[in-house]
């Protein structure tokens, strides 16, 4: 970041409205999902405590429930619920469910039984046992379990955003993404906030002696219902087209910031998580994504990339960089990389990509699979004129190209090979050829611009406008600073894209951008 | 009034209760008495079928119980129990009307009813608007069983009420308890393991052990008649004082003045163990009580 460096204050003041907005919608997801919760907890309280031999099941099932981490419960609701508020309000139900029942057999099984016999004795039905006796005796045991609960839901309700259900988690998880710490805090702060003045409040009312209670037990349904309304269903106002975007995306210049001031892009926006957009998008819950031109997933759901015609996103195009003394070490090195040079497109790298990652292929399979067709294998000269070693970042496409590299110097060359792949992000790939840990890793050139050399706003502006001019701007500044050598382009380029479904573009005639905005700006 | 015949309650293959009958007429005082686990709470618990008999057949005024919804029968039902079992959550008033809203009386009605009772039973009026546990143990005895008689039963059923009282209370509330007129019209069966308890309250006995009836009858039977080796050895060690509490000036055809026929030895004695002029009718009365027993033991 180049920016002026702003205070949390400021940031905070500055998105004062989208601050409310997600407080609000925070509290209303954490009621709803509450009352429902009690809703449907307390009457199955009720019942293991009558018939006991229920209680393990139910008390089972309810601390299973528990024990699925978070996001992947979020995850089992899409392909039932889909995505937003729904899926969101369910899965925290399911979180809140097991405090709540638990606490409430303890409760009514913790009623003095002299007491419930005397209930009993007197010709008490077991209705009015219930609702005079042990409800009212049990009721503080019960209202703990409500605390416990709304803590509990308060803190996962910040994972809702994952899903599009809106929260204090927009600010969070953009925050991450973006590496933005005051935009974390905005949404941290409050949603810890929130956890801990319910606390202070519920604690409060568990504390009231019994004849208050009485009177707290009616207005806490009708406290609980007002909360909920603060929660307005997002899908309740819409456009022609929802578009998820990812919270990181949401953040960029080069991303929907560019859509709306170079494109002057007006659509219903959704944050959701790169985890499920894909899927989303196929189960036409989205109609518009953002997502990475080269993902194996846009062929698993048969989605297509609109032509970014006003060039908002930096190209990101592969290739493979060298240390220059790595070059001069292993003189056959460079020419048996370029071998690669212009056989790889965008269209050939997605359906490579969607083998290992969608058809669970090993990388290695799937690259020699490519190299044979293309006519480049050769097989393994087992020379030993030295080891090269090839650096990888750690996602599917860059274990392919590793692949690919190794396969082509151990055919056409006499050196060995050593591959250290998965190594973390750019920072720590680019650490590693520095400091003549790996020989060569392949880059993109976008983030060689953006995240290694940084250079000042204007630079960026100008370089980013065509492909040759990044690649140029790299290379030159690259030999000068590090002294690493990029090589020829792969030929790929993985960038940000906005995607839609295949049939629903054709059919909207969408090709680009442009067409997009076009059409939504169409009555 | 009250008729029990071949009751019995398994749990598995105990027998807590084997077979049991026994009658009880208006107005009269049952007292079940027994060790614990002789099978007396849970014969009592079936007469308002908070537990339901294996076999056998109840009538109370001559209907089967058994036939009856159980909420109904219990409001008919006083119901006493050690713990004294309030409702921790509503106040000393609101313990007392439980019954009567579940009966809905009106509200005057209950007021009324309420009033008269702590007055009977020497509570103050301060106290309607106490919780439980702001009450000492002798003053929760005391609601409880005006919770059982609120709603003026003709039965009452009382497991052990004075079991969590201590002595000095207990002599109290039981003294009280004797004097009370709301009492004496009804028909009791109480539960005890206090053999003194027993032959204070009891207008008869049942002496039961390991689920059976070892025997039924007056205190006195009970004490000049022992079925056997059991009953004796049951009242062995309180025989004197027992005694001394069941003979009266009736049974050894006595005239002390100022007291009734029917008052114990016991009763006139501690009388007169405090008045010096009296002490030659003292000696008297001594004589005739040893004169009944020694003719008690020859019948």
Redesign the interface.
């Known amino acids: 970041m180049n920016e002026q460096q702003q205070t949390l204050w400021d940031f905070m003041r500055q998105q004062s409205d989208k601050l409310l907005t997600q407080t609000l919608e925070h509290i209303g997801l954490t009621f709803i999902s509450l009352f429902l919760a009690v809703l449907v907890g307390l009457p199955l309280g009720i019942l293991i405590a009558r018939k006991r031999k229920l209680s393990g099941t139910v008390l089972g099932v309810a601390g299973v429930l528990q024990t699925i981490p978070s996001i992947a419960l979020l995850g089992f609701m899409i392909p039932l619920l889909g995505i937003g508020p729904k899926p969101a309000i369910v899965a925290l139900l399911l979180y809140a469910l097991l405090p709540i029942i638990r606490n409430t057999y303890t409760g009514i099984t913790g009623v003095d039984a002299s007491v419930k016999e005397a209930a009993t004795a007197m010709g008490m039905s077991q209705w009015q046992i219930l609702f005079k006796v042990e409800l009212p005796l049990a009721m503080p045991v019960i209202l703990a379990g409500i605390r416990t609960a709304t803590v509990i839901t308060v803190g996962v309700a910040t994972l809702a955003s994952y899903i599009a259900a809106g929260g204090l988690g927009e600010f969070i998880f953009g925050g991450i993404s973006l590496n933005n710490t005051n935009m974390i805090l905005a949404g941290a702060i409050p949603a810890a906030l929130l956890a801990i003045l319910f606390d202070f409040l519920l604690s409060r009312v568990q504390n009231l002696n019994i004849r208050k209670l009485k009177k707290a037990t009616i207005v806490l349904p009708v406290l609980l219902l007002l909360l909920s309304s603060f929660y307005l269903i997002p899908s309740a106002y819409g456009s022609k087209l929802t578009a998820g975007f990812t919270p990181e995306f949401m953040g960029r210049q080069d991303g929907n910031l560019g859509l709306q001031s170079k494109y002057g892009l007006k659509i219903h926006t959704i944050v959701i998580s790169d985890a499920v957009m894909y899927k989303a998008a196929y189960e036409k819950q989205l109609d518009v994504i953002s997502g990475y031109s080269t993902d194996g997933r846009l062929k698993a759901y048969d989605l297509v990339v609109l032509n970014d015609d006003k060039h908002i996103f930096p190209p990101y195009y592969a290739a493979p960089i060298v240390r220059e003394d790595a070059l001069k070490q292993f003189p056959e090195l460079e020419k048996t990389l370029n071998l690669l040079s212009g056989k790889i497109n965008d269209t050939v790298m997605t359906e490579l990509n969607y083998r290992t990652d969608y058809l669970h292929q090993s990388p290695g399979q799937v690259a020699k699979d490519f190299l044979v067709s293309k006519n480049l294998w050769r097989p393994d000269r087992g020379g030993n004129a030295g080891v090269v070693r090839i650096g990888s970042k750690i996602f599917g496409e860059q274990y392919i190209l590793a692949n690919m590299y190794s396969m082509l110097i151990k055919g056409y060359t006499d050196y060995g090979v050593s591959t250290k792949t998965g190594l973390g992000g750019t920072k720590i790939c680019f650490d590693a050829l520095t400091n003549n840990q790996v020989d060569f890793y392949p880059e993109y050139t976008g983030t060689g611009l953006l995240v290694i050399l940084q250079p000042s706003q204007n630079v960026v502006n100008l370089v980013e406008a065509s492909k040759e001019k990044t690649y140029n701007y790299d290379k030159d500044e690259f030999e000068k600073r590090y002294q690493i050598k990029w090589l020829k382009p792969i030929g790929f380029n993985n960038a940000y894209a906005l995607m839609m479904r295949k049939k629903q573009a054709a059919d909207l005639g969408v090709k680009t951008i442009s067409d997009l905005k076009n059409y939504l700006d169409k009555k | 009034m009250i008729k029990v015949e071949h009751l019995g309650k398994h749990f598995g293959r105990v027998k807590a209760v084997d077979d049991i009958s026994f009658d009880v007429a208006e107005h009269e005082t049952m007292v079940l008495l027994g060790t614990s686990g002789c099978g007396k709470t849970t014969t009592l618990k079936m007469l ?1 079928r ?1 537990i339901e008999p294996t076999h056998g057949k109840i009538y109370i005024n001559n209907k089967n119980i058994l036939e009856e919804k ?6 008919s ?1 006083g ?1 006493v ?9 509503y106040t000393v008033g609101e313990n007392i009307a ?2 009567p809203q ?1 009966l809905k009386w009106e509200p005057k009605k209950i007021q009324h009813r309420v009033s008269e009772l702590l007055e009977k039973l020497h509570l103050s009026k301060d106290l309607l608007g106490a ?1 439980p546990n702001e009450l000492s143990g002798g003053q929760q005895q005391r609601v409880g069983l005006a ?1 059982a008689l609120v709603s003026d039963p003709p039965v009452l ?1 009382m497991d052990e009420p004075f079991g969590a009282l201590d002595n000095v209370t207990k002599a109290k509330i039981r003294a009280e308890f004797k004097a009370l007129d709301e009492l004496k019209k009804k028909t009791i069966i109480m539960v005890t393991h206090d053999v003194q308890e027993a032959f204070e309250l009891g207008d008869r006995i049942c002496l039961m052990d390991v689920g059976k009836i070892v025997q039924q009858g007056t205190p006195s039977d009970l004490l000049f008649k022992p079925k056997n080796k059991f009953v004796r050895e049951f009242l062995e060690e309180q025989r004197l004082q027992l005694e001394f509490k069941t003979i009266t000036l009736k049974d050894i055809n006595q005239n002390v003045a100022g007291f009734q026929p029917e008052h114990s030895v016991w009763h006139v004695l501690e009388k007169l163990k405090s008045d010096e002029n009296k002490s030659q009718g003292f000696e008297h009365l001594m004589s005739a009580f040893y004169q009944y027993k020694q003719q008690q033991a020859h019948e």
């Open positions: 308002n908070l159980p909420e109904i029968l219990r409001r039902i119901y129990l050690q713990n004294n079992g309030l409702f921790p959550h439980i019954v579940l919780y919770r059923l």
